[in-house]
């Protein structure tokens, strides 16, 4: 079992940064991986980057590449999401998910993932 718990939400303005933390407790891996995943109001989730658990690149969604970094610090079983030039667009529930088995080809579908954190709310204003 891992459980994730999410932190560093908030409501900021448009252009500011953010960075989001996860921290996985439980046995991990270095096969295993984490993503990033958020929903806005009345939209499906959609994936936002996801990292091999240890050494390998990340992956981003189109539409976050060059605002969005994803990181590890292993020794601390954390993983953070560094938001910059946020947008109003940009509000949403982010998610942080976690996967055993970590692969390059399925890293941005919700199902590879077992275990999910609660959520964190990011409000970005106009």
């Known amino acids: 079992q891992v459980q994730l718990v999410e932190s560093g939400g908030g409501l900021v303005q448009a252009g500011d940064s953010l960075r989001l933390s996860c921290v996985a407790s439980?046995?991990?891996?270095?096969?295993?991986?984490m993503g990033w995943f958020r929903q806005a109001p009345g939209k499906a989730r959609e994936f936002v980057a996801a990292?091999?658990?240890?050494?390998?690149?990340?992956y981003y969604a189109d539409s976050m590449k060059g605002r969005f970094t994803i990181s590890r610090d292993n020794s601390k079983n954390t993983v953070y999401l560094q938001m910059n030039s946020l947008k109003p667009e940009d509000t949403a529930v982010y998610y942080c998910?976690?996967?055993?088995?970590?692969?390059?080809?399925?890293?941005?579908?919700?199902?590879?993932?077992?275990?999910w954190g609660q959520g964190t709310q990011v409000t970005v204003s106009s």
């Open positions: 990292t091999p658990w240890s050494g390998g690149s990340p």
């Open positions: 998910a976690f996967r055993r088995f970590w692969s390059s080809v399925s890293y941005s579908r919700e199902s590879a993932y077992g275990y």
């Open positions: 439980g046995r991990t891996f270095s096969s295993d991986g």
